[in-house]
């Protein structure tokens, strides 16, 4: 519908990848009760709970593996490799900041 590239003809070259998106809400109601719409919910996330990883992969519902990480870096902070932390260094160092900032 956004009239970009969709399927296997995305990411077929390093700069511009012609990906669109579009997304859609409405309401479950709209068709069926609340009720019997939760019961259904309900049964296709057991479903996909009780799924069979492919090679012992863990089985995720959509959005839950950027939860789980937002809930992670919420309690231990955000995971930074070395060669990041030196060039916020040097540029702190550069524009005269103190590191660790002083309270």
Same mark, same amino acid.
């Given at each position: #519908?956004?009239?970009? !590239?969709?399927?296997?003809?995305? +990411?077929?070259?390093? @700069?511009?990848?012609? @990906?669109?998106? #579009?997304?859609? =809400? +409405?309401?479950?109601? +709209? +068709? #069926? ?7 259904? /919910? &309900?049964? !296709? @996330?057991? &479903?996909?709970?009780? =799924? ?14 950027? *939860?789980?990480?937002?809930?992670? %870096?919420?309690? %231990?902070? @955000?995971?930074?490799? &070395?060669?990041?932390?030196?060039? !916020? /260094?040097? !540029? ?6 103190? *590191?660790?900032?002083?309270?």
């Amino acid at each position: #519908m956004s009239g970009s !590239l969709f399927g296997t003809q995305c +990411f077929q070259g390093m @700069v511009n990848h012609d @990906v669109g998106h #579009m997304i859609m =809400a +409405f309401n479950p109601e +709209f +068709f #069926m009760e609340k009720k019997k719409f939760q019961e259904r /919910l &309900e049964q !296709l @996330v057991g &479903e996909i709970r009780s =799924a069979k990883p492919i090679e012992g992969r863990t089985v995720y519902l959509p959005g839950e593996l950027e *939860f789980l990480t937002e809930r992670d %870096s919420n309690e %231990s902070g @955000v995971p930074i490799d &070395e060669r990041s932390v030196e060039k !916020l /260094l040097a !540029l702190a160092d550069n524009q005269n900041i103190s *590191f660790p900032p002083e309270i």
